[in-house]
């Protein structure tokens, strides 16, 4: 079965990773597709507010070193940045946007609303880095306690979320409409959509579920 993504314009990709380890195989296995010579790549640490922002951006960006590309992060950390015009700029003539891994409920209250928020949506490719997923739905998992919240709406088809202790995570299918798609993103979870289509390139700690029937992408 596979799982429309669909936006205004619809973008060229988007890729879910569980981690950075899982970026650096989907690269290996040109899952993205080969980035051209010089290619644009513009990280977002957004989410890594609390985590360590400069060196999240250095560790995201190294993933990249052995591509012939130019990556730049942007250091997007509060509203008043979001409406940076530089910022939107870069965001919507990068070839590849990266969204750092972290906080995702910094990273929805930053981008929510905001023109750096309406970049990232019309971004031409995503990566979307761990807990930072979560908020590319329009309904996204409140990691607080679990229960369905509104997420930001750039991608459509699936709501993901985190690793959670098994009653948190039961918690969270009995609340949730019976006909979304959940994914729980472990650590070596790689997920892609092309031309609105999801598919899962890794299931390795992937668990897709509707209701409490577990499905397959």
């Not at 296995?29 to 010089?38: H, M």
């Amino acid at each position: 079965m596979c799982l429309r993504c669909e936006t205004e314009r619809v973008p060229e990709s988007t890729l879910v990773v569980g981690s950075l380890d899982a970026l650096r195989a989907a690269l290996v296995d040109d899952v993205l597709g080969p980035l051209r010579s010089n290619a644009d790549v513009v990280v977002l640490p957004t989410a890594a507010a609390y985590i360590g922002v400069a060196q999240t951006a250095v560790t995201t960006a190294q993933v990249f070193d052995a591509l012939d590309v130019r990556v730049e992060a942007l250091m997007v950390m509060d509203r008043g940045a979001a409406d940076e015009p530089y910022f939107i700029d870069r965001l919507t003539a990068a070839d590849l946007v990266v969204l750092c891994d972290g906080a995702a409920l910094h990273a929805r209250t930053v981008w929510r609303n905001t023109p750096t928020g309406e970049a990232i949506n019309r971004a031409r490719s995503i990566v979307a880095v761990g807990a930072v997923a979560t908020v590319l739905g329009e309904v996204m998992i409140d990691p607080r306690g679990g229960a369905p919240m509104v997420g930001l709406g750039y991608r459509t088809g699936l709501v993901f979320c985190v690793p959670a202790s098994e009653e948190q995570l039961e918690r969270t299918r009995s609340l949730l409409d019976r006909d979304l798609a959940l994914v729980v993103l472990g650590p070596r979870a790689v997920l892609h959509c092309r031309d609105g289509v999801w598919r899962v390139v890794c299931a390795d700690d992937v668990v897709v579920t509707r209701g409490t029937t577990v499905e397959t992408l």
